[in-house]
Each structure stands twice: as C-alpha cells, then as structure tokens.
C-alpha cells in the first residue's frame, strides 16, 4: 500500500498564482466583465422550440449545430450506451476534478471519466486526465471487472457509430452547400467519383478524395470525455448569467484541446434517481427546468438570442466544424441526473505517451555511459542540447508525473493500465535529474572558460527556477484543504518526492540552494564586468 504524503510549505502569494493566470484567461474575464455590464439589469432573449422564431434563427445563427433525436438512434446503442454508464458510475469510476480556474484550485461540481484510445490524453484547465483505455486490437487492457470493460466497449461502439454520423451529416452539409450554389447534387457527386471519364485529369476526384480525408479527420475521435451530473448532489449551480435560463450544471464555455474545426459529438442520457429539491425549482420563463437543456450562444455577442435546446434521454446534438470556435455552449440543469457521453478529437500532438516517450529518447541521446566502468557522461555540452533536454526534463516531471499521481489512484478503480508507463517515465526522468548534476559538476571543472561557464548557466538558470517554482505549487495544490477533503483513493499525491540528502538521488528536491550558487556566479561576473 502506497500512502499519500503531504507535505508543509508557505502558500504561493497572489503574484505568482497571477503568473499562472494566462493571458487568455484574462482576456476572457475582461470580455465576460464587459458583456455583464453592457446588459446591465436586463436579460437577454433566448428561444426554445416552443417559440415560433426558433427554426428561423436556428437555421441563420446555429446552422452547424445538428440535433438527433433518441427514436432515430438505434435501440441497441441505447441499451448498451446506458447500462455501461451506469455500470461505470456505480462502480465509482467517476470522480470530481481539482482543476485551475485563474490561478485558483476548484473542484468541478461534474463527476468524469475519460475513456479513449490507448494512451491518449486530455487536458483542460490546467489539467491532463488519462484516458482509461476502450478495448483495442493488439492492446492489453486489464480492467478491474468483466462489467467495467463492457461499458468501456460500449463507450466504443457509441464512438464509432457517432463518428459513422458526423461523417454522414458533414456530406449532407457540403452537398447542401454545392446545391445551393447551382453545381451538383450528393447523388452526383458519387456518380462523379466512380465515373473515370468525368475526371480524367484526376482534379475532381483528388478534390473530393481531400475533402473526404479531413472530414474523416475531423470526426474521427480519439476520446469521450463522460460526465455524471447530480442535482440532488450539487449544493451549489450558478444562475445563469445574460439570458435567464436558470441554474447551470457547466458554465458558458468552449471545449478545449480539440483539432481545429473538428467536431463535437454528445451523447446525452438523464436517468432515474433522486430528484433535485422541487422546492428549489424556480420558476424560468422559456425553459422547463424539470429537464435539462443545452444552452448556446454567439460568443461575446448581446444582439442574437440565446438558444436554449431541450434534451431528452439517448438525444445526441453535434456541434460541427467551427461552431466550438465561433459559439459557446453551457448545460442547464435539470432535475434528474444526468450522464453525458462528449466525443471529441482531442488534439494529441503533445498529448500521447508515444509522443512523451519520443521526447524521453531525444533526450536520452545527450546520455553515455561507460558499459565497464558504468560511469556516465554527457555526450554534448552545446547550448541547444542543453536547453532540449532540461526542457524535456520539465515537461515529464510536470506535464505527466505530477498530473498523473496528482489525481491519486482513481484509474486503478477501473484498471492498471497506467502504472506501467508511468514507472517507465520516471526511470526517464531519474535519468535526467543524473544528467543536470553531470551538467553542475562540468560548469565547475576549472579548465572551462568563465564566458563559456556563464552561457551555459544563462541557459540553464531559468528552466531550474522554473523547477524549482513548479514543485512548490503542486505541493501546495498537494496538501490543500479541498485535496485533503477528497476521498482517500483520489487524494493527490505528491511525487515524485524525496528528502535532501537522499543517497539514491542525484539532485536534492529543493534547488534553492543551487539556484542561488548559480545566481551569485552571474552576479559577480557582473560586478567584475561593471570594475
């Protein structure tokens, strides 16, 4: 049994956590300030299908967001589809994420799982979660019970029939299109592809063989993102804030992380249970806050109206091509729980274990070592190698490590499949901590220059800062009263972690010491230059 330790440390003041506020967040904020007081009081208007208007606008405003109704999914998907979520829900296999929101640790009122392709990976607000992996060829997946892989297999078949769907209502938008602009019909198009004396140049076909492809790519997608939403659960939801449309379970927003134009797909399922206070049903004109809806706008924008679109059990909604970029979307709560199945193509280029396990081989071939002496050595000590792997050396202690072990061991609930790879990555990562301290001792040796000493600290500096900075904030994400309060096998864990002075590791944990020493170098090669 591995126990969580935690450890004590002065919280981070108000400027560093500001530093950790991005950009975009902030830009975001003061957009969100100004619509709030442009609209001041009032509220703004939305539709729902009861409204006379609301084909109209959807069609003008809302043309790439498509809604398929439960009776036209097959009953199979939804047999499976719904008793996997609940087989996964009530093997405790959701769990409330501890995520970033400008600089501040919160804990989502949403439970989720996310359940993809072998190895993949998702990340939003400051957060990376690890895809449980969905049963696939040549893979070897041990999930904790029988039951839990038949509800990652349906999440499968769920995932491969809405990407069936996506493709087929992109087609049915792009021949909309060609028609409207007096070309050809769907039907000719393929008429067209097969007939090789329409095409003997091979321009219409190589076109349409493109178009085919990025669809495909666009809707090909790697994870589902599953949400379980409790009203009865949730003390506290959020008034929405421009239209009026009542409580929400999940704020305004636009889903992060995914290929550019790639498409959405939401599988949507309210079920049976305990039902929220009907004494806090509030009165909203417009919806029925009985049922929960799918609320969509213009982004940062007060003239259109809002829309506000019912969702009844097994309805499915697509969002398509740019319309996560252009638009934001909120869920509104009904009374019923709630899961949701949200398919995405996650973009994965920095997001894959292939990909952190590449970045580990880059890394090391800057590493020798003697096969009979075992000694190690550094193979090149130019600046370009330096910053790469020391750059590499962060972005697995960071971006994987501690992401993982900071969500616990809540994967095991559903299967080991990670622990593996992650032992590997932290060999890597010892590997790399041997290969700062083989970069300190040869800024020491008294037969290097001091021009070439102080190039190489100039290099190295920051991104030891940055090491140093970053540990102090997860371990006080680590230890804070919101982690401390999850249950037992979700609370973080700080690692990887060790005392200074431990003979098994190159480098101390803290490197403020050998920050400093590095500092005062500089410093003082400074005051000489200034004499």
């Known amino acids: 049994m591995v126990v969580v330790r935690v450890f004590k440390l002065t919280a981070i003041g108000q400027e560093s956590r500001m530093k950790r506020f991005s950009k975009y967040d902030r830009t975001k904020e003061s957009k969100r300030q100004k619509l709030l007081k442009e609209i001041e009081d009032r509220k703004?208007?939305?539709?729902?299908?009861?409204?006379?208007?609301?084909?109209?606008?959807?069609?003008?405003?809302?043309?790439?967001?498509?809604l398929r109704r439960a009776n036209r999914v097959p009953q199979e998907i939804h047999q499976k589809v719904q008793q996997g979520l609940t087989t996964l829900r009530d093997y405790k296999c959701f769990a409330q994420d501890l995520v970033q929101i400008k600089g501040k640790d919160v804990l989502t009122p949403v439970y989720r799982i996310l359940i993809g392709d072998p190895g993949s990976?998702?990340?939003?607000?400051?957060?990376?979660?690890?895809?449980?992996?969905?049963?696939?060829?040549?893979?070897?997946?041990?999930?904790?019970?029988?039951?839990?892989?038949?509800?990652?297999?349906?999440i499968k078949d769920l995932n491969e029939y809405l990407h069936v769907e996506?493709?087929?209502?992109?087609?049915?938008?792009?021949?909309?299109?060609?028609?409207?602009?007096?070309?050809?019909?769907?039907?000719?198009?393929?008429?067209?592809i097969k007939d090789s004396e329409s095409m003997k140049d091979g321009t219409f076909h190589n076109k349409q063989s493109n178009t085919s492809a990025m669809l495909k790519d666009r809707t090909s997608f790697n994870v589902a993102?599953?949400?379980?939403?409790?009203?009865?659960?949730?003390k506290y939801?959020?008034?929405?804030?421009?239209?009026?449309?009542?409580?929400?379970?999940?704020?305004?927003?636009?889903?992060?992380?995914?290929?550019?134009?790639?498409?959405?797909a939401v599988y949507s399922y309210s079920c049976d249970g305990p039902a929220a206070d009907e004494s806090n049903k509030k009165s909203i004109e417009g919806r029925d806050p009985a049922l929960w809806h799918v609320g969509l706008k213009v982004a940062w924008d007060i003239e259109t109206p809002g829309l506000a679109l019912p969702l009844d059990p097994g309805d499915c909604y697509?969002?398509?091509?740019?319309?996560n970029m252009t638009h934001q979307h909120c869920v509104l709560s009904g009374m019923q729980p709630r899961f949701s199945s949200t398919h995405r193509v996650a973009e994965c280029s920095s997001g894959t274990l292939d990909y952190i396990f590449g970045r580990c081989a880059v890394a090391m071939k800057n590493l020798q070592k003697d096969p009979l002496l075992g000694i190690s050595s550094l193979t090149s000590l130019e600046l370009a190698f330096v910053r790469q792997t020391e750059e590499i050396h962060n972005e697995v202690e960071f971006e994987w490590?501690?992401?993982?072990?900071?969500?616990?061991?809540?994967?095991?609930?559903?299967?080991?499949?990670?622990?593996?790879?992650?032992?590997?990555?932290?060999?890597?990562?010892?590997?790399m901590e041997q290969m700062t301290k083989l970069l300190l001792c040869e800024i020491n040796k008294v037969e290097w220059s001091l021009e070439r000493k102080h190039q190489i600290i100039r290099c190295l500096l920051p991104l030891l800062e940055e090491r140093q900075e970053l540990r102090k904030?997860?371990?006080?994400?680590?230890?804070?009263?919101?982690?401390?309060?999850?249950?037992?096998?979700?609370?973080?864990?700080?690692?990887?972690?060790?005392?200074?002075?431990?003979?098994?590791?190159?480098?101390?944990?803290?490197?403020?010491?050998?920050?400093?020493?590095?500092?005062?170098?500089?410093?003082?090669?400074?005051?000489?230059?200034?004499?």
Not at 48 to 65: I, R
Not at 318 to 323: C, G
């Open 473 to 531: 904030s997860w371990m006080t994400r680590c230890q804070s009263r919101l982690a401390n309060n999850l249950p037992v096998d979700e609370q973080p864990e700080c690692r990887p972690h060790w005392c200074n002075g431990n003979p098994d590791m190159p480098l101390p944990f803290d490197l403020e010491e050998i920050i400093s020493l590095l500092r005062n170098q500089l410093m003082s090669a400074d005051g000489d230059n200034r004499s």
């Open 237 to 264: 939801l959020k008034e929405e804030p421009y239209f009026g449309m009542g409580k929400m379970a999940v704020s305004w927003h636009h889903d992060e992380n995914l290929v550019e134009r790639s498409t959405v």
């Open 166 to 192: 996506a493709m087929e209502i992109l087609l049915d938008h792009c021949s909309a299109e060609v028609d409207e602009t007096g070309f050809v019909e769907k039907a000719a198009i393929s008429t067209l």
């Open 225 to 234: 993102l599953l949400n379980y939403m409790d009203p009865s659960r949730m």
């Open 401 to 431: 490590l501690r992401q993982f072990w900071f969500q616990g061991k809540r994967s095991a609930k559903a299967c080991d499949w990670w622990f593996r790879p992650m032992a590997v990555l932290e060999n890597s990562w010892r590997e």
């Open 121 to 154: 990976t998702y990340r939003y607000l400051d957060t990376r979660l690890f895809a449980i992996p969905w049963p696939s060829r040549g893979v070897e997946v041990k999930y904790s019970s029988d039951e839990i892989g038949k509800g990652c297999q349906a």
């Open 318 to 323: 697509f969002m398509l091509d740019d319309l």
């Open 44 to 66: 703004l208007p939305y539709l729902t299908p009861k409204d006379v208007q609301f084909e109209q606008l959807s069609k003008a405003k809302y043309p790439k967001l498509y």
